[in-house]
């Protein structure tokens, strides 16, 4: 009988236990779109809409979050004076409880302009987030929606080339590995 109890048991799938969302640390890679904003759009600067990937680490607990990102990328018609770049942490409060919850952070950062070695600025800046986080019980391949905004909190140039308040922001996804 207590054979019969064991197969039993090995061969018909049990429930799994409910893993509460939460508490975990993650790390993973986020593909986005990213588009200029500022004084150098007023003026027909010609940058455009770009593309940027990032790596992002974060911990996250039932109702808060804070991660850390570094972000690089570039915009279309760019001649690398501009590509952007972010380095930063950003706390935020998770508005829901489920599975599915969106999400509100606020952080600071450095913000990079240009190439490494090409002469490129960095700047201390404010990036704000908001997103959805899908799939929260999971604690790999969690997948995430985002829309980040990123506003230099002092002046860019370059000599001749000024481009004051060169914000810039991103629509796109994230996966936590």
């Given at each position: 009988?207590?054979?019969l109890?064991?197969?039993?048991?090995?061969?018909?799938?049990?429930a799994?236990e409910a893993?509460?969302p939460g508490?975990?640390?993650y790390?993973?890679?986020?593909?986005?779109?990213?588009q200029?904003f500022?004084?150098?759009?007023v003026?027909?600067?010609?940058?455009?809409?770009?593309?940027?990937?990032?790596?992002y680490?974060?911990?996250e607990s039932?109702?808060?979050?804070?991660?850390?990102?570094?972000?690089?990328g570039?915009f279309?018609?760019d001649?690398?004076?501009?590509?952007?770049?972010?380095?930063g942490?950003r706390?935020?409060?998770?508005?829901?409880?489920?599975?599915t919850?969106?999400?509100?952070?606020?952080?600071?950062?450095l913000m990079?302009?240009?190439?490494?070695?090409?002469d490129?600025?960095?700047?201390?800046?404010?990036s704000?987030?908001?997103?959805v986080?899908?799939?929260?019980?999971?604690?790999w391949?969690?997948?995430?929606v985002?829309?980040?905004?990123n506003?230099?909190?002092?002046?860019?140039?370059?000599g001749?080339?000024?481009?004051e308040?060169l914000?810039?922001?991103t629509?796109?996804?994230?996966?936590?590995?």
């Amino acid at each position: 009988m207590l054979l019969l109890r064991v197969v039993f048991q090995c061969l018909v799938p049990q429930a799994a236990e409910a893993v509460e969302p939460g508490g975990n640390f993650y790390g993973g890679l986020g593909f986005y779109g990213v588009q200029p904003f500022g004084i150098s759009l007023v003026r027909g600067e010609r940058l455009r809409a770009g593309s940027a990937w990032s790596l992002y680490f974060n911990f996250e607990s039932q109702r808060f979050l804070i991660g850390l990102e570094a972000i690089s990328g570039h915009f279309g018609n760019d001649d690398t004076y501009s590509n952007p770049a972010f380095l930063g942490v950003r706390p935020g409060i998770i508005l829901g409880s489920g599975e599915t919850a969106p999400y509100a952070s606020l952080g600071f950062g450095l913000m990079g302009y240009g190439l490494i070695g090409d002469d490129g600025k960095v700047v201390p800046g404010i990036s704000s987030e908001v997103g959805v986080l899908f799939l929260r019980s999971r604690r790999w391949l969690r997948p995430s929606v985002v829309l980040q905004f990123n506003f230099p909190t002092e002046r860019v140039g370059y000599g001749s080339r000024e481009h004051e308040w060169l914000s810039w922001g991103t629509l796109g996804i994230r996966l936590l590995l």
